[in-house]
């Protein structure tokens, strides 16, 4: 099948830029999310079930990086997310976990350095973060939602540039 681009910015982007996206909680269990309204739509649905599917698709993508010999960085809102993944992905290899809130772009800056200071550097950055603006479907949601999904994205990318500049494996 055709790939689908969906509503999101992100699809243009991998246009140019090899990448991968996947919808996850965008239709009810059973129903055909083709047939579902885009993200960021009055008409979306909220299915709060498959964040743990979420987390287990994120932690898989780790404990494949990890098998390959590869150390891993990650941050994530709340400390008992991140104390979990570590206790997961313990004694599998290198890995280094916070607690960031992506709207707080100089903790993301820092964090970026921190984990190519612990890790050696930055070959790879893969960003998960969403506010739901679409969720409360107001102006300071929507502002949320912007510092969150799109300039968080955009500082951590911008922050480990120089790293991923000198990798030989980026």
């Avoid at 246009?15 to 309204?37: I, N, V, Y």
């Amino acid at each position: 099948a055709a790939p689908v681009m969906g509503a999101e910015d992100f699809s243009y982007v991998i246009e140019k830029t090899p990448g991968a996206m996947f919808f996850l909680g965008a239709s009810h269990e059973g129903s055909d999310w083709r047939q579902c309204c885009g993200l960021h739509s009055n008409r979306m649905v909220l299915d709060d079930s498959v964040m743990a599917r979420g987390a287990a698709v994120h932690a898989g993508i780790a404990e494949r990086f990890l098998a390959e010999g590869a150390s891993v960085a990650f941050f994530a809102r709340g400390q008992e997310g991140v104390d979990s993944a570590l206790k997961a992905l313990s004694g599998k290899g290198m890995v280094y976990g916070s607690a960031v809130d992506a709207a707080d772009h100089d903790a993301v800056r820092s964090w970026v350095r921190e984990a190519a200071g612990k890790l050696g550097g930055i070959d790879i950055v893969i960003n998960n973060t969403s506010a739901s603006a679409s969720v409360e479907w107001t102006i300071e949601a929507w502002r949320q939602s912007f510092e969150v999904d799109l300039m968080g994205a955009v500082v951590m990318n911008e922050a480990a540039l120089p790293w991923l500049e000198e990798s030989a494996k980026a």
